[in-house]
């Protein structure tokens, strides 16, 4: 439980849910200390470690542990194809109700045969053995339960006031707490250090700024398995003046409020939460065209651009969204919440989805 796209939805989840009537305990596969645990023992939650080298010892594990633990009448999945093991792991055990929740469009497959079959066997055993189906977008839900009209879309949400609010009240936060003030283009891009994020790119978009004689700063936040490798990448360019890496944060809002722009070149997306994040606070933000349109909430404040393209035609957009000056009004806010991203509405809607399951 870190701090990633999903599991930063289901803790925003957690905090808002009525914890007296529904409680979440975790299963997880990793002997790490995730970002959250404190947090969830906090709350009230369990956290469960299952060992296995792979995902057929995980589902047995899993499996054995339902059957040991029958008082958990829901399993809730959140690892997109994976969930096939979870589902089947929990219709082995007879838990009555089972959800697999779709987060993303995609996966990092390489297109062999073998990966093929896998996304195709894959849904098959979600879309057989789930009871309910969640995804956080359209796109989301088309990935994995492809013509499926039992879907419920629950977007991935927040509380929305706190990051209005905050864009109002910590707009100088770069200039406080960095001293970096706005004669140069601030660019901030959150997420963990991953294949699909493509850090790599924003290296090159980086290069071309500094080519070009354009003063800025990239913030990248976050950790993960290629952390090191972007490091020495940033090393390799001569980049360590002009990029920041300052690993996990949990002020995420302030650094958006302080930043002039979001980068978001990822390979794929589901719904990510941290677009819902920026558009609340009012940073516009420039991102892959692979990512769907529909993480555009009509405010004026994402600017879709292709990986095809050469990275000077992203600085051309950044430089062109600092100059517009973009902000993000009361009726935009409004706007936000009216489609369904305010964390307490869906929280609500979660409560009632788990309630109607006895």
Known sequence: MDRAGAESMIMNLYRAIDRQSIQFD????????????DEICSLGGKIYLLSGDNSFARMIALKNFLKEHPEYRIVHGHMLLNNAFHMLAAGLARVPFRISHSHSTGTESKGKIIDVAYKKIARLIINKLSTHFIGCGKAAADFLFPNNGRVQLLPNSIDVNHFYETGRSKDQFWLDEFGLD??????IQVGRFMTVKNHQFSVKIAKALKKNKIRFKMMMVGNGELYEDVKTEIDNCQLNSEIILVGVRNDISSLMAGADVMIMPSLHEGFPV????????????????????????????????????????????LCSVKNDNRKLTVDGMKVIKRKGFDIHSNALSLMNLYKSMN
């Open 274 to 317: 941290v677009l819902v994040e920026s558009q609340s606070v009012g940073l516009p933000s420039v991102i892959a065209d692979t990512i769907s349109r529909e993480v555009d909430l009509d405010l004026g404040l994402v600017e879709f651009a292709s990986l095809d393209v050469k990275p000077e035609k992203w600085v051309d957009l």
């Open 26 to 37: 975790f299963i997880v596969f990793s002997t790490d200390k995730g970002d959250f645990d």
């Open 182 to 187: 706005d004669s140069i283009l601030r660019i």
